[in-house]
């Protein structure tokens, strides 16, 4: 069974930085693609950034330039490493796991930015 779990959330102010970390259980980490999505209160969810099995990644305007994500298949861990945080970056940020037609979430953690 796949499991993600989140971590590296918390409180920062505009302009500074955060890592979020999402661990993988089982061994399809390594074949897939991983996404990073947010939702921010009372709006829908939104991609964020997309890396796939060979390293290629993409990212949403608006956090192109400040986001980087990354993946390290040794330790089935994809990271998310946000820099020049905006208020408008606040939510529940979700890492997800594609592989074929199957989807995997993360319970989600929650970045704050104050302004």
């Known amino acids: 069974q796949v499991q993600l779990v989140e971590s590296g959330g918390g409180l920062v102010q505009a302009g500074g930085s955060l890592r979020l970390s999402c661990v993988v259980s089982?061994?399809?980490?390594?074949?897939?693609?991983v996404n990073w999505y947010r939702q921010a209160p009372g709006k829908q969810r939104e991609f964020v950034a997309v890396?796939?099995?060979?390293?290629?990644?993409n990212y949403a305007n608006s956090v192109k330039g400040r986001f980087t994500i990354s993946r390290d298949n040794a330790k089935n861990t994809a990271y998310l490493q946000m820099n020049s945080l905006k208020p408008e970056d606040t939510g529940v940020y979700y890492c997800?796991?594609?592989?074929?037609?199957?989807?995997?979430w993360g319970q989600g953690t929650q970045v704050t930015v104050s302004s």
């Open positions: 890396i796939i099995s060979g390293g290629s990644t």
């Open positions: 997800n796991l594609a592989t074929g037609s199957l989807r995997y």
């Open positions: 089982g061994s399809m980490f390594s074949i897939g693609t």
